[in-house]
């Protein structure tokens, strides 16, 4: 029975992978990854070399004793499978440079080399703070057990030497046709995100393979991308031509909206390159970019279509908007954040392959973004390029050959600006992408160091200034150059306005401030109904206040509502007023467009306040940009001819912008300060300017024998989207309650992935000092053997969300 060599041991009937059959068809689905950009050789190196250390007696001795006698098996870290291929590719191709003709085989075994002895972690540094490289460490210094046997058994049983030989000259021109592309990046930049998609193409080839053996199934039969898509725009545009027949099919505004959505359309033939889409806010902006997307996926054979949108809340509602309009419900993945704690994702985790455990299938359960449309965060998007582990990047291949919407562009954390350009301009150059930047807000990403390389004729809309005059529904009252208020005066600001309106939306900075404001109102206006939004809240939760207030809306019912931003990118309400806490003007414009949404109540007003009592030490970027408004604000007072007369034009947001960007130049390229480098210089900067690299040579009195010196696994170390990393809890809330449940018992991986992919509607990000008081009071607790947070009945409220004091009661029942 355990003659061949074993790679994996299946829970269920104890059946047996060879290492073989798993090496060469983990190469088969890496080939077929690393294809869509043209790698394909580089990407099955990968693929057949990854484990090769599993050709050993000492790894045969470890599985089979952990599976059958646990008790007897070695001590964790005892068996390395996973540095041999590395090892192989650095002594066949990096330890004999006897020519420049030599160099490309060397690099490549830098980058495959680094994938490989890192599936089990995340990518080693080629060179780091202490001035020692981990890659080195491990290829070429690290004793190897029976690494003679292993290089001997992969030439006998998985390709002849001389068929190795011939595979590798293929990647090595693949590298250097990589390599040739766009002359205005660097080496470098190019090495690392081609490294990045190697790993990614690996891990998801290795996670599917082992998966599917686990459940002994055959691969899913892939959808027909282009008849998909040519069926749903076929029932886009019933649903568009439909619109014709409503009542007010010929108001002005809508008049409007079928010409974009028609401008679109027409777009859609144009090649793929990266676009700006400026529709005004409650312009139908999201059926207008699905509209393209369809139709050039179909064009240009793309395989997804990608939103990217800042805030989950927009993720639910235009995820649902899109699923019954195409009519599908399994085609469509909402992903909005990562519900399996991840304190360890940096820890290779050897020990744990070829045993099923728990930990094992949180691993393999299918996470990888391979369905036809995907809705997922800005945070997600970056994480999928910069964050550590392997969960997150395993994503990045199947961002290639993709429609990719970034809806609310403007909203990109500003210390990820380089990061977000750089990464969008490897998915035009290399990765076959269409990149739309879909806002009424467009923030100047060509305009700072690390620019965005965005097409020429890049604006889809045509007259976008006579658009944007068109679409004007509101006035901007400025009342913040002139007072600053309080909640008690906010209170007695809103008693007045209910005197001229029936609808009533207050957006403020912070959640404290928003719960504060939402307990006064509800005492002082007892018979109006009002409601509380905040990021405290889980998705289902948000969605059930978002129904009843439309609910209110269209009945042209009273109604007041206090939230937090996240009601302003996307959702799809329609105030008769609004009052906005000073921020960013693109804030300003987003706050606006929920008000007198259709146009339909004439001219409406948006009052601009100054909140003395939010507290924005922590929250820089609005800050910055409260400050910026506020300048702009005061040049109209003095001229009110400036910025053509109004806050929000295209003059006055590009204004904004480029102050926006230049106070903060110094935050563009993610500063570290625990090690004064930038992200941007530890992932891409040249050799001849790397500090690491210049103080080796001065140490050592040599250079370090590598190409590559970058440091991508200090670099992930310290990336976080937002300032303060956030945990995903589930909470008690509805059907949350019944997941919760369900993960305290066993499941399949299938089973496991569709059921955290349910829970994502009900999960809340919080924040280290978040959890560590919901611990102290005994609301936090684990399931699934201690791997993912859930909160218990008491820590979650049913007006609004968690509770840090462990004090609520849900359910509606309180005796």
């Known amino acids: 029975m355990f003659k061949i060599y074993i790679a994996h041991i299946r829970e269920k009937d104890k059946e047996i992978q060879s290492v ?18 043209g790698v394909k050789h580089i990407a099955g190196l990968a693929g057949m070399l990854h484990d090769m250390g599993k050709f050993t007696k000492g790894f045969k001795e470890y599985i089979k004793k952990a599976v059958f006698t646990p008790e007897l098996a070695p001590a964790r870290g005892t068996v390395d499978h996973s540095t041999a291929g590395g090892k192989l590719l650095f002594d066949l191709y990096h330890t004999k440079i006897k020519s420049v003709e030599d160099i490309p085989a060397a690099r490549l075994a830098e980058i495959v080399g680094n994938a490989i002895i890192s599936h089990h972690s995340y990518l080693n540094d080629f060179l780091n703070g202490n001035l020692e490289s981990p890659f080195l460490n491990r290829v070429q210094k690290k004793v190897i057990n029976e690494y003679q046997l292993s290089k001997e058994m992969f030439f006998q049983k998985v390709m002849s030497e001389h068929n190795f030989s011939k595979y590798v000259e293929k990647a090595i021109e693949e590298l250097t046709t990589f390599l040739e592309k766009d002359k205005t990046k660097s080496t470098e930049q190019k090495c690392m995100f081609l490294t990045k998609y190697i790993f990614s193409a690996l891990i998801d080839a290795d996670r ?85 997307a369809l139709k050039h996926a179909q064009l240009f054979d793309k395989k997804r279509i990608i939103y990217v949108v800042p805030f989950t809340t927009i993720i639910e509602q235009n995820a649902e908007e899109v699923r019954k309009i195409l009519d599908d419900e399994v085609n469509i993945l909402e992903h909005h954040s990562n519900i399996i704690i991840d304190d360890n994702e940096n820890e290779e985790d050897e020990n744990h392959d070829g045993i099923m455990s728990i930990k094992e299938k949180l691993k393999l359960a299918k996470d990888n973004w391979d369905s036809p449309i995907i809705f997922t965060t800005m945070v997600q998007f970056l994480d999928t390029f910069y964050a550590k582990g392997t969960r997150n990047i395993r994503r990045l291949h199947n961002l290639s050959e993709a429609v990719i919407i970034f809806d609310e562009v ?37 305009f700072v160091e690390h620019k965005l390389d965005i097409s020429p004729d890049a604006e889809i809309i045509g007259n976008l200034d006579e658009v944007i005059d068109a679409f004007k529904r509101v006035e901007l009252v400025d009342i913040a150059t002139r007072q600053s208020f309080n909640n008690d005066i906010l209170v007695g600001f809103v008693e007045e306005q209910l005197e001229k309106n029936e609808s009533i939306l207050i957006i403020l900075n912070t959640k404290q401030v928003v719960k504060d404001l939402y307990e006064k109102l509800i005492k002082q206006f007892s018979e109006i109904p009002t409601y509380h939004l905040s990021t405290s809240m889980c998705a289902a939760h948000r969605n059930l206040i978002l129904r009843k207030v439309r609910d209110h809306l269209k009945n042209q019912e009273r109604v007041i509502c206090v939230s937090t931003q996240l009601i302003e990118a996307g959702v799809d309400v329609s105030f008769s007023c609004v009052i906005r806490s000073l921020a960013g003007l693109d804030s300003i414009a987003q706050a606006a467009g929920r008000c007198n ?42 001229f009110p001819k400036s910025y053509g007369g109004d ?14 960007y230049s106070d903060l130049s110094n935050d563009l390229n993610y500063f570290v300060k625990e090690i004064n480098r930038n992200l941007i210089d530890l992932l891409m900067q040249k050799r001849s300017e790397n500090i690491y ?34 945990t995903s809890v589930i909470v008690p809330y509805e059907e949350g309650k019944d997941i919760i449940a369900s993960l305290n018992s066993n499941h399949s991986i299938e089973e496991l992935s569709k059921l955290l992919r349910k829970a994502q509607q009900y999960t809340v990000n919080l924040y280290k000092h978040e959890l560590d008081k919901l611990a102290h009071n005994g609301g936090l607790e684990t399931v699934y053997n201690g791997e993912i947070y859930v909160l218990n009945d008491g820590a979650y409220n049913e007006e609004y969300g968690v509770d840090l004091e462990n004090e609520s009661v849900t359910g509606g029942f309180i005796f």
């Open 693 to 726: 690299c210049q103080a080796y040579k001065e140490r050592n009195k040599k250079e370090i024998e590598l190409f590559l010196v970058n440091s991508y696994g200090t670099a992930a170390q310290f990336f976080q989207v937002i300032d303060q990393h956030t």
């Open 20 to 37: 073989e059959k798993h090496l060469l068809d983990v190469k088969t689905l890496a080939e077929n990854f690393g294809e869509k950009i």
């Open 410 to 446: 403007q909203k990109v954390p500003i210390s990820c600006i380089s990061l977000f350009n750089s990464a969008l301009n490897f998915l035009k150059t290399y990765g076959k992408c269409s990149i739309i930047l879909c806002t009424a807000t467009q923030p100047a990403l060509d």
């Open 208 to 292: 599917t393979n082992t998966r599917l053996f686990e459940e002994g199934n055959n691969p899913s039969p892939k959808n027909n991308h282009k008849q998909l898509f040519e069926s749903y725009y076929q029932r886009l545009m019933e649903k568009i031509e439909s619109f014709q027949k409503n009542e007010d099919a010929k108001s002005k505004i809508n008049i409007l909206r079928n010409e974009m959505s028609e401008q679109c359309d027409k777009f859609a033939e144009s090649p793929s390159g990266t676009y700006t889409l400026s529709i005004p806010t409650g312009g139908g902006k999201t059926l207008a970019s699905l509209r393209y």
């Open 647 to 660: 806050l929000l034009s295209n003059e006055a947001m590009t204004k904004y912008f480029r102050e926006f």
């Open 597 to 638: 949404r259709h146009g339909e109540m004439g001219i409406r007003k948006v009052y601009i306040i100054d909140h003395e009592e939010e507290n924005l030490s922590k929250l820089k970027e609005i800050k910055k940009g409260k400050e910026i408004t506020k300048m702009i604000l005061k040049d109209l007072q003095l």
